[in-house]
């Protein structure tokens, strides 16, 4: 799996998980619900952008590596 083709796939699934957790949202409106956003939902879009930043870092790496090889 190419690295472009990674970014696809977890950047479509956060923004499925955004949308449905969106949606949840309407229904669930109590502590509860803040309280796994904070636990769960912010750390984990947190870690997504993160993971994002570092598949980019890792294209432009191996971009640079088969460049030199040639």
Known sequence: MSQSNAKG????????LQARWEETQRA????????????YIDPL???VQAAL???DE???????????CE
Not at 9 to 16: E, V
Not at 28 to 39: I, V, Y
Not at 58 to 68: G, K, N, R, S, T
């Open 9 to 16: 796939i977890l950047t479509g699934a956060t923004r499925q």
């Open 28 to 39: 669930w409106q109590d502590r509860k619900a803040t309280e796994f956003h904070e636990t």
């Open 45 to 47: 879009t947190r870690d």
């Open 53 to 55: 930043r570092v598949i």
């Open 58 to 68: 890792l294209d432009l790496l191996l971009q640079q590596i088969h460049a030199d």
